[in-house]
């Protein structure tokens, strides 16, 4: 769906650019794009939308290269629903998604169709000839993912699409983003601070910050990592030479006062025993960590930045 | 609770679609529309078309009824004749089409900076020389449209009405219409930049109407300051009004040939500049 090499972005007049060498290597699936504000998640979409043009590497979107004479033909396979009130206000929801279709290439009469199609698909069939000046945040930001999806993009950006919804909206917002991808095929990018909104609906998940990857890869194998999350409390302080033995079981995450959080080999508890017999050391417990995802996002921006800034 | 569609069919061929340029202008009218300012300038246009149209009727009634012969002399110490006749064709409409492009023009770019929907139109397949040349272009014709009937009513009353030996030239239309265009698209362009630099459609309406008569009364501060006749070309009310009296052959008190020119292309071309940097995507923010 997406693949970058080097990428870097700069804007003009700018020493420092917004996207440092990128790569990464995204299926077709739900993207999780998080990141900090200013860490580049708007760049990235720009650049992926074809309105920057990388003043370095390489990459493509739907098999089309960034920055090429293609980039309009892209656009038009791409649905984008903004973070911010994009709306029309003096135009009904019905009046401006038949405009977004027709700006993508609709014919008039196709896109006043469409628009009643995708208005009633996400769930504004009794309202759409109201002025949206008059609608519920939850009603607007249904009406930007409407024009998103008017065209029958191949691929959506979604940028913060729960901002200011109550629970019960976010939960119909992202139902709808997860019936998007299983129902149309379409790919999914979405950017969001809500950390649980991407843990719901994401099947992949990319950390930026200050414009590189700190991290990317499949929600399953970050979920397979948070499994194997254990924390082993020993009688007495192990001493040097079985601390550097500790590496035997898995990455020492960090120790305190007897604490050691590790991030096993295996995911296998009973291995922790069978390693404390072996030095004569005194396991009193073992307790899996749940970390979550917000844990693992601010960890993931307190690391240095793995070389190349790259993902999978 | 919203009720949702069991399932979405796929979009129908996008290749059918009109260019990006002729929908954003289409949609501009559908919002002129609804702005219901028509009542007001229908009315007044109206009411000027009516006047010259009713000038012709009764210069032929001078010219071809006896009966009104004594008043025929008296008529013409009164009324514009000959080349003048042919330019005044477009006043006072043009004087009145300022306020109307301000009204509407003020609105078009900075109705879409305040609404931010600019950024969302850039990503679709909208480049920026489509935006500007549809705002450009609705900007433009609109003056232009207006004034189409004051070229050719009057045009077509006095052929029909007395051949090519009426008030109106045969070949007024051709030295009528470039006018107009002309005078069109320096509207069209001033309106556009001042919008593209308002963030409210209501600081639009300021910004035009401020430039329009701002820039006449620094020119004429300048004229009566320095004697420097030619810097009235600064001020776009007076250029809109001599092209058409340069065009038919009438020299205008105060904007000659060359400034005329000048005075237009430095307008056109520095409000056009400004609109494009002022809509370009950089100025997005996603």
Redesign the interface.
């Known amino acids: 769906m997406i693949a970058f090499e080097n990428l870097e972005v700069r804007y003009p007049a700018t020493p420092v650019p917004a996207l440092k060498g990128l790569s990464l290597r995204l299926e077709r699936g739900i993207v999780g794009l998080l990141g900090p504000n200013g860490s580049g998640k708007s760049t990235l979409l720009k650049a992926l939308l074809g309105l920057l043009t990388p003043s370095r590497g390489s990459g493509t979107v739907l098999g089309v290269p960034l920055g090429g004479a293609e980039a309009a033909r892209l656009r038009a396979r791409i649905g984008y629903m903004p973070e911010y009130d994009a709306l029309i206000e003096d135009a009904s929801a019905y009046e401006q998604v038949a405009f977004w279709g027709e700006l993508s290439g609709l014919a008039p009469e196709a896109a006043r169709d469409r628009a009643h199609e995708v208005l009633y698909f996400v769930g504004l069939d009794e309202a759409r000839y109201r002025p949206v000046s008059g609608y519920s945040t939850g009603m607007r930001q249904r009406v930007k993912l409407a024009q998103a999806l008017v065209h029958s993009p191949e691929l959506i950006f979604l940028d913060e699409p729960t901002n200011g919804l109550d629970p019960d909206g976010r939960r119909r917002m992202l139902d709808l983003v997860l019936r998007v991808h299983a129902e149309l095929g379409t790919g999914v990018i979405l950017a969001s601070h809500l950390l649980g909104d991407v843990e719901r609906v994401a099947d992949q998940l990319v950390i930026l910050d200050q414009g590189q990857i700190k991290a990317a890869g499949s929600m399953a194998g970050l979920r397979k990592a948070l499994a194997r999350r254990v924390e082993l409390r020993f009688l007495d302080p192990l001493d040097a030479a079985q601390e550097t033995a500790l590496e035997e079981l898995g990455a020492v995450l960090e120790a305190r006062n007897g604490l050691y959080d590790l991030e096993l080999t295996e995911a296998d508890p009973t291995a922790a025993f069978r390693w404390a017999q072996a030095q004569g050391a005194t396991l009193v417990q073992v307790t899996p960590r749940h970390d979550r995802l917000d844990e693992v996002l601010l960890r993931a921006l307190h690391e240095p930045t793995p070389a190349g800034g790259g993902g999978n | 609770m919203?009720?949702?569609?069991p399932?979405?069919?796929?979009?129908?061929?996008?290749?059918?679609?009109?260019p990006?340029a002729v929908?954003?202008m289409r949609?501009d009218l559908?919002?002129l529309w609804?702005q219901k300012i028509g009542r007001f300038f229908g009315f007044a246009f109206l009411a000027m078309l009516l006047w010259k149209i009713a000038r012709i009727y009764v210069d032929h009634l001078l010219n071809t009824n006896q009966a009104f012969k004594p008043m025929q002399d008296f008529a013409k110490t009164i009324l514009t004749q000959g080349a003048a006749f042919q330019a005044d064709l477009l006043n006072p409409a043009s004087y009145l089409l300022w306020f109307l492009v301000a009204l509407v023009g003020g609105g078009l770019v900075a109705?879409d900076t305040l609404?931010?929907?600019r950024?969302?139109?850039?990503?679709?397949?909208?480049?920026p020389r489509d935006y500007l040349l549809a705002k450009l272009g609705f900007a433009s014709a609109l003056p232009f449209v207006i004034l189409l009937p004051f070229a050719l009513l009057p045009w077509l009353m006095s052929l029909l009405l007395a051949g090519l030996n009426g008030p109106v030239w045969a070949t007024a239309p051709l030295r009528l219409l470039p006018a107009m265009a002309l005078s069109s698209v320096l509207m069209g362009s001033l309106a556009v930049g001042a919008s593209s630099m308002a963030s409210t459609p209501r600081a639009g309406i300021g910004w035009v109407l401020g430039l329009v008569l701002g820039a006449g009364t620094l020119a004429s501060m300048i004229h009566h300051l320095t004697g420097f006749r030619a810097i009235d070309a600064l001020n776009p009310v007076l250029l809109a009004e001599a092209w058409p009296q340069l065009l038919v052959g009438v020299d205008h008190p105060l904007v000659g040939w060359v400034p005329a020119l000048v005075g237009s292309a430095a307008h056109i071309g520095l409000w056009t500049w400004i609109a494009a940097k002022r809509t370009k995507?950089?100025e997005?923010?996603?």
């Not at chain 2, 919203?2 to 569609?5: E, F, G, K, L, S």
Request: hydrophobic fraction near 40%.
């Open positions: 919203p009720i949702y569609a399932t979405l069919p796929p979009a129908p061929d996008l290749r059918h679609g009109h990006p929908v954003l949609f559908t919002r609804r109705r609404y931010r929907v950024p969302l139109m850039y990503a679709h397949p909208v480049a995507p950089s997005a923010v996603i």
